[in-house]
Structure formats: structure tokens, C-alpha cells
């Protein structure tokens, strides 16, 4: 039975009774906090590690009075249950902090990766409802609290700042609010079925869609996951991918208490440094692009090196050529390598094969569904289809959402049994493995972050010189996926990669949005109604078409 609970935070949650009914029954909802699983491992092991950060280590215990001393601090400034903490930090430890002070508060989090600027993040803040924004004083150098001056504004309504590791001019500095904190604090206890956190992905619409998440259908993953995988408190994760994104998120923040799995986080990646820290720390487990994975193989084989600790590495959204897993196999000599599939809304659906070796399975395939029922059906009919036949990939499982902010997002997401469609074509083997064949959404990836064609696109139509513009995604050794930009210009008009780059860089986007190849065309493909074959286009981008920065200043098409 599906229907719609309003939570303690006032958005309005859609809830399916036969997904929770099965996920208690089997275990995969914990019923548990974030802070019911720390509690007892600070109190048990407070010398423990659980994270690292460069030079700097961080103990169960300290990690426990920080979190209290913040959760407590928040409370005497009136924020209560279900008001939204938003927060836009790399991979620095105050963020593992946060993550568990809000699960001790019940408070929600609303994550921003820091490579958003004006546009997206005044729209998140708004769209999250957020009483309160942490963010660093300067990264990367940018000046983030000159960002939060312009974006105020914007929200017509105060809002919070929480300043990190800086002057916070105007702001308040984190380490004020810490120290108004007390780190003995007591909590209620907070319902595992409330919101836990509202993760923001790119859309095909053109604009970011809130995820609803609870306490417990984020943990569901961690703990299918972490059984398939066998890992325990003898593991840790070298985390590279952002603590705002969802696998970020999932294992430097959540699962570092409810598996009891330490962390070593990487604030820029570095493939140099990331070798030397999964070496020096025994790294078990990673996750990442596959650039990232082939970075730690040149490594390898330039230093003829080995990473003797790894015990998997997965690939989410795109391929692995079978070489690289060849080669992979030999420098991690303990390690699984594969693809993984799963989204924001659902995340991790497939796990690796059981033996490192298996080659096939690793590189052509997705992975093995695991304790999900996906189904993939016909398009136009909704039928379930036999083994082996290319259709829609639907789903359902513990670890999937409550639905999106916007109700009217929810409406075309699921189908008429409650089944969320994931937006890709597939097959499904008669043995469980699965194999992502298409695309429904029309997104780019680029190094794990979903940039929407849309958004591009609806800034480029409104560029002087372009009549018609479709952006796809062209592989790229460096990024995995790359976005290109296939443009009919105006009559008289050679519009180059440089101008549309920085037209749509003034729009106030992240600089991931940026156009990188430019292709000039008379006209674009097309279905019979009129809809670009935007199939045929990333055939051409993958072939070769586009060209990139150097060739494109001279308005060569």
C-alpha cells in the first residue's frame, strides 16, 4: 500500500507499506539512528581511529563529544526535530561531525557539492527549506562566504552561517558554535522512519530534484552492501568521491558508525597521494569513476607497485575496459574490480561477482542484482519481459526513497505498481546479472557528478549566435564522460567552444557544466515528431565529432 506521511520536518513523504513491511522483516532497516549506532563504539572503543584526514586522525570519542557539543549547541539556539542543516564542505572530517550531530538532534541534512555556485545553491537552500549553511571559509580558491553574501539575498527570508578553518567575516565561525556546545549533552531519541537527509540530483527538466532519504533507508544499503561484501570493523574506506554526494555521504559519513568501518578522506584528489595513503593506512575499499581507477594502476605499474590491501573497488556509471580490470587484478592482488549501478534515488542496486576473477561479469555487465526486485519491462506496455530482452529497468528495494520534494517529480518516476524507474534501458540475465544497455535520462556523467543536458542546453538557446543547440555526453579518458555541444548557429554566425564556455560559466553554474567539445551542424537528426535522435549524436561524439578548446577558438565546427 502506498500512500503519503507528512513528517516531522513538514515535507510530505511517500511511503511504500510491501518496501517497509519487507525490510524490516529482513532486516535491512535497522531501526536505527546514526547516533544509536555510535553511541555504544565511542563508548566500547573510544581510542578508535574512525577518521583520518591528511596528517590528522580522529578518535571515536572525539569524533561522539563533537557532534554532542554541536547537536547540543544548535538545540540552545532553537533549532529542533526536522529543521535543515545544509552544508557545502569537502571531504574534511567536521562533515563525518555534522552527519552525527543531526542524527543526535534529529536534524536533516540537505548536502551541496562545493563545485555548485550562485544559481544552484540559492536554488537547493530554498527548495531544502534550510534554517542553517556550513561552509568552508575558502577551498580551492574560492571564497565561499563571498557566495553566501550573494545568495542571502536571494532566499527573501535569514538564514544561518556556519563558517569552517577561517575568518568568517560577518558569518559565525563553526568553532564558536562548538564551543557554545556542551559535549555531555543527553538527546531524545529520534524515529528512524524520519527524514534523514535530501540529496539534490540533476534532472532531466533542467533543474536539481530533491531525494527524501530516511535514517533507515540510508542504512539499508550499508548494511546490504557491507554483507554481500564481508566488511566489518577489520575494513576501511579511501574516500575521494564528495562526503555531499550520495556515495560520498553513504560511506564516509554513515557507514564509518553503522558497520563500524573507519575512513581515510581525500579533500582533492590526488592519485599520487591517494596511492601513498591507501598503502600507508591498508585501505580495503574504494569506489569511483574509472579514471580514478585507472590513475591507481599507472601508479602501480610506473613504480611497480602493488596495493596489497584492497579488497574491492567499484566503478559506478561507466564502463571498465577489460584491460584495466586485467591489469588491476595484478596490482591489487586481493581486490574484486567492477561496475556497480545505482542512483540517488536507489542507490548501490548491483554488487560485484563473489570471485575476483571473474572477468566477464566485471567488465560486461552492471553487476548482480542483490536483494532488489528490478524488473525490466516494455516502455509502452509496462510488461514484465523474459530474461536476456532489452527493456526499462524498475525497481523496488529497502534502500529506496520516499520520493522527491516537488510531488509533481513523483508522478512520472514510478509506475502504475510503485516500481521507481530508473531511467535506464537494460537486460536482465536469467542468473541476476544485469547490464545497463542505454539511457532514458538524458545526463552526462563526469567523474560521478550527473550534469543535466537540459540545464546546459536552456542556457545556450538564449546565446545570440546559437539557433538550436543538443548536449550529450562524448567519453573521455580523463572524466568518463565529457559534455558536448552539437550547435546549428545563426545565419552568419561561428560561434567557438570558448564563447559558449563562458557564456554558460556567467550564468553563475559550476564550471562542471561547462561545454568542453563544440560541434557546428546544419541540422540535427530527428524522429518523425521532431524530437532530436540524441542516440545518434553521442554515436557521432563517441566516433569523434566535437572538437575540443584548441581547435574550437577558431570557430572550426
Known amino acids: 500500500m502506498i500512500y503519503y506521511r507528512r513528517d516531522v520536518s513538514g515535507f510530505t513523504l511517500r511511503w511504500d507499506g510491501e518496501v517497509a513491511n519487507h525490510a524490516r522483516a529482513n532486516g535491512f532497516w535497522a531501526n536505527r539512528t546514526l547516533a544509536d549506532f555510535a553511541k555504544p563504539i565511542?563508548?566500547?572503543?573510544?581510542?578508535?581511529?574512525?577518521?583520518?584526514?591528511?596528517?590528522?586522525?580522529?578518535?571515536?570519542?572525539?569524533?561522539?563529544?563533537?557532534?554532542?557539543?554541536?547537536?547540543?549547541?544548535?538545540?540552545?539556539?532553537?533549532?529542533?526535530?526536522?529543521?535543515?542543516?545544509?552544508?557545502?564542505?569537502?571531504?574534511?572530517?567536521?562533515?563525518?561531525?555534522?552527519?552525527?550531530?543531526?542524527?543526535?538532534?534529529?536534524?536533516?541534512?540537505?548536502?551541496?557539492?562545493?563545485?555548485?555556485?550562485?544559481?544552484?545553491?540559492?536554488?537547493?537552500?530554498?527548495?531544502?527549506?534550510?534554517?542553517?549553511?556550513?561552509?568552508?571559509?575558502?577551498?580551492?580558491?574560492?571564497?565561499?562566504?563571498?557566495?553566501?553574501?550573494?545568495?542571502?539575498?536571494?532566499?527573501?527570508?535569514?538564514?544561518?552561517?556556519?563558517?569552517?578553518?577561517?575568518?568568517?567575516?560577518?558569518?559565525?565561525?563553526?568553532?564558536?558554535?562548538?564551543?557554545?556546545?556542551?559535549?555531555?549533552?543527553?538527546?531524545?531519541?529520534?524515529?528512524?522512519?524520519?527524514?534523514?537527509?535530501?540529496?539534490?540530483?540533476?534532472?532531466?527538466?533542467?533543474?536539481?530534484?530533491?531525494?527524501?532519504?530516511?535514517?533507515?533507508?540510508?542504512?539499508?544499503?550499508?548494511?546490504?552492501?557491507?554483507?554481500?561484501?564481508?566488511?566489518?570493523?577489520t575494513y576501511s574506506f579511501y574516500m575521494a568521491s564528495p562526503v555531499t554526494h550520495l556515495t560520498g555521504f553513504l560511506y564516509a559519513v554513515n557507514m564509518v558508525w553503522s558497520r563500524n568501518v573507519p575512513v581515510v578522506l581525500a579533500p582533492v584528489w590526488e592519485p599520487e597521494r591517494a596511492f601513498d595513503e591507501?598503502?600507508?593506512?591498508?585501505?580495503?575499499?574504494?569506489?569511483?569513476?574509472?579514471?580514478?581507477?585507472?590513475?591507481?594502476?599507472?601508479?602501480?605499474?610506473?613504480?611497480?607497485?602493488?596495493?596489497?590491501?584492497?579488497?574491492?573497488?567499484?566503478?559506478?556509471g561507466t564502463s571498465i575496459p577489460a584491460d584495466l580490470v586485467a591489469t588491476a587484478l595484478r596490482r591489487f592482488p586481493n581486490a574484486k574490480v567492477s561496475r556497480a549501478f545505482g542512483a540517488t534515488e536507489v542507490p548501490t542496486i548491483t554488487l560485484p561477482p563473489k570471485d575476483r576473477t571473474d572477468i566477464v561479469h566485471a567488465t560486461q555487465t552492471d553487476g548482480l542484482a542483490f536483494e532488489v526486485d528490478m524488473r525490466i519491462v516494455d516502455p509502452d506496455t509496462g510488461d514484465v519481459l523474459p530474461p536476456d530482452t532489452e527493456g526499462e529497468v524498475v525497481v523496488k528495494c529497502p534502500q529506496m526513497f520516499f520520493g522527491y520534494i516537488r510531488d509533481d517529480d513523483n508522478a512520472e518516476a514510478f509506475d502504475e505498481n510503485g516500481y521507481f524507474r530508473m531511467g535506464d534501458i537494460g537486460r536482465l540475465d536469467k542468473d541476476g546479472w544485469f547490464t545497463v544497455t542505454g539511457r532514458k535520462k538524458d545526463l552526462i556523467n563526469r567523474l560521478g557528478e550527473k550534469v543535466s543536458a537540459k540545464e546546459i542546453e536552456d542556457i545556450l538557446f538564449t546565446h545570440p549566435d546559437v539557433a538550436d543547440v543538443a548536449i550529450v555526453a562524448k567519453p573521455s579518458d580523463r572524466t568518463g564522460e565529457a559534455v558536448c555541444a552539437f550547435v546549428i548557429p545563426r545565419a552568419g554566425k561561428q560561434p567557438t567552444l570558448a564563447e559558449l564556455a563562458r557564456f554558460v560559466e556567467s550564468h553563475g553554474v559550476a564550471k562542471q557544466k561547462l561545454p568542453e567539445y563544440l560541434e557546428l551542424v546544419e541540422?540535427?537528426?530527428?524522429?518523425?515528431?521532431?524530437?532530436?535522435?540524441?542516440?545518434?549524436?553521442?554515436?557521432?561524439?563517441?566516433?569523434?565529432?566535437?572538437?575540443?578548446?584548441?581547435?574550437?577558438?577558431s570557430g572550426a565546427g
Not at 532 to 552: E, N, P, T, Y
Open 523 to 553: 541540422e540535427f537528426p530527428r524522429v518523425p515528431s521532431g524530437k532530436v535522435k540524441k542516440d545518434i549524436l553521442r554515436q557521432m561524439a563517441a566516433a569523434g565529432a566535437g572538437q575540443g578548446i584548441g581547435s574550437a577558438e
Open 42 to 233: 565511542a563508548s566500547a572503543m573510544p581510542d578508535r581511529i574512525m577518521v583520518r584526514e591528511g596528517d590528522r586522525i580522529f578518535t571515536a570519542r572525539a569524533l561522539w563529544d563533537e557532534a554532542a557539543a554541536l547537536a547540543s549547541a544548535l538545540r540552545d539556539r532553537g533549532y529542533g526535530p526536522g529543521d535543515v542543516l545544509a552544508f557545502q564542505l569537502p571531504n574534511w572530517a567536521e562533515a563525518n561531525v555534522l552527519g552525527l550531530a543531526s542524527a543526535m538532534g534529529g536534524f536533516v541534512l540537505a548536502p551541496i557539492v562545493p563545485i555548485y555556485r550562485e544559481a544552484e545553491v540559492a536554488f537547493i537552500l530554498a527548495e531544502a527549506r534550510a534554517k542553517a549553511f556550513f561552509i568552508p571559509a575558502t577551498f580551492r580558491n574560492f571564497d565561499y562566504r563571498a557566495m553566501a553574501e550573494t545568495v542571502q539575498p536571494r532566499l527573501g527570508r535569514p538564514i544561518d552561517v556556519f563558517v569552517l578553518r577561517g575568518d568568517p567575516g560577518r558569518w559565525t565561525s563553526y568553532d564558536t558554535l562548538i564551543g557554545e556546545g556542551d559535549r555531555t549533552a543527553i538527546f531524545p531519541p529520534v524515529d528512524p522512519d524520519a527524514l534523514r537527509i535530501i540529496l539534490f540530483t540533476s534532472g532531466t527538466t533542467g533543474r536539481s530534484k530533491g531525494v527524501f532519504h530516511t535514517h533507515n533507508s540510508i542504512t539499508a544499503e550499508n548494511i546490504k552492501t557491507a554483507a554481500r561484501g564481508g566488511y566489518d570493523e
Open 278 to 316: 591507501i598503502k600507508a593506512y591498508s585501505c580495503a575499499i574504494m569506489g569511483g569513476a574509472t579514471p580514478f581507477l585507472k590513475a591507481l594502476v599507472e601508479i602501480a605499474e610506473a613504480r611497480d607497485d602493488y596495493l596489497d590491501s584492497l579488497r574491492a573497488f567499484a566503478c559506478g
